[in-house]
């Protein structure tokens, strides 16, 4: 299957400060999402972006699917955007099917 | 439904004993997924079904878990025989012909 590698692990920022979290996979994808995990457990969809570059409110995403990554932009953080991020990946062969996810960022934002 | 749905929220069992766990998709979805999420193993596939058929059940960890679908809608997933390491939480997601995936809010099980 494709290995989803995220960085950093933790992150801990001060609100107000902008932050970059990495997505690497490790073969060419059809689909890739980024979601937020809040403190209840619930996926909150971020981006769906296998290619090119979105932007909503203070976020962002990039996805270069020849180089095999991808990147999520938070600006001026809050401190409702604690919680974990997660990439996400499917196969080349169709929209559909499996997704294979990342371990997570676990992001903290202190007031 | 507005959302995916999952049913119980949470739910207690004995060692040995079977569970029936209920998922939602968002009206309209063709395509219905099963995860579970624990503390060591992270975010984990276990069944793919397109509409009432499975063409991925790759993920299931044993034969004591099954799923179905029927009406190319509501799914069960069952886990006969529960032990200690199927405590979790199962996610069901659902998705259109595009691909993005919606999650539902999970149903946490604990096997004591």
């Known amino acids: 299957g494709i290995q989803v590698e995220q960085s950093p692990p933790d992150l801990i920022l001060q609100e107000g400060a902008n932050s970059t979290l990495r997505c690497n996979f490790s073969d060419s994808v059809n689909n890739l999402q980024w979601f937020h995990q809040n403190p209840w457990g619930q996926l909150i969809n971020l981006f769906y972006?296998?290619?090119g570059t979105k932007q909503n409110g203070r976020l962002s995403a990039t996805t270069v699917a020849t180089e095999r990554y991808s990147l999520l932009y938070i600006s001026s953080s809050q401190t409702t955007d604690s919680g974990v991020y997660f990439c996400a990946v499917g196969d080349r062969g169709s929209t559909l099917g499996r997704l294979y996810f990342g371990r997570g960022t676990q992001l903290t934002v202190w007031p | 439904g507005a959302g995916v749905s999952q049913s119980p929220s949470n739910k207690v069992t004995e060692k040995g004993k079977d569970v029936e766990l209920r998922c939602d998709p968002i009206s309209g979805h063709t395509a219905l997924y099963w995860y579970r999420q624990s503390l060591g193993q992270g975010l984990e596939f276990l069944i793919y079904?397109?509409?009432?058929?499975?063409?991925?059940k790759s993920g299931l960890p044993s034969d004591r878990f099954s799923a179905e679908r029927t009406g190319g809608s509501v799914s069960t997933l069952t886990i006969q025989r529960t032990q200690q390491e199927d405590s979790a939480v199962y996610l069901c997601?659902?998705?259109?012909?595009?691909?993005?995936?919606?999650f539902g809010p999970g149903t946490r099980l604990t096997v004591l």
């Open positions: 997601a659902s998705s259109s012909s595009v691909g993005e995936q919606f």
């Open positions: 079904f397109q509409g009432n058929s499975a063409p991925d």
């Open positions: 972006i296998p290619s």
